[in-house]
């Protein structure tokens, strides 16, 4: 009933930049907390960056300064500008949203998309 559509991972060079997409869409009655996780091989998922619903942001401190996130309500959609990357921001990226399904509030999670950093 709600799907994730996730984009802009890839391959970029360290000091390169990415822009990622996640789109919400299905049967959902509101979209609360939106956010981006990373999970590194061999490492627990850790939050990247948060924003609410009405664009309250929050970052981790390791990105603060290089990841900047945004949402466009109209479009159900939340995304991550990522400037000045490093090998350790590699990782795969995980869309994350607090939605309402009909009566209930649950979170949700997208299916992910690979960044690597390489040169």
């Known amino acids: 009933q709600v799907q994730f559509v996730e984009s802009g991972g890839g391959l970029v060079q360290p000091g390169g930049s990415l822009r990622l997409s996640c789109a919400v869409s299905?049967?959902?009655?509101?979209?609360?907390?939106m956010g981006w996780y990373r999970q590194a091989p061999g490492k627990q998922r850790e939050l990247v960056a948060g924003i609410t619903s009405g664009g309250s942001t929050s970052y981790a401190d390791y990105v603060r300064g290089r990841l900047t996130i945004s949402r466009d309500n109209t479009k159900n959609t939340v995304y991550l500008q990522m400037v000045s990357l490093k090998p350790e921001d590699a990782a795969v990226y995980y869309c994350?949203?607090?939605?309402?399904?009909?009566?209930?509030?649950?979170?949700?999670w997208g299916q992910g998309t690979q960044v690597t950093v390489s040169s």
């Open positions: 299905g049967n959902i009655f509101s979209i609360y907390g």
């Open positions: 994350n949203a607090e939605l309402r399904v009909g009566a209930l509030r649950s979170e949700y």
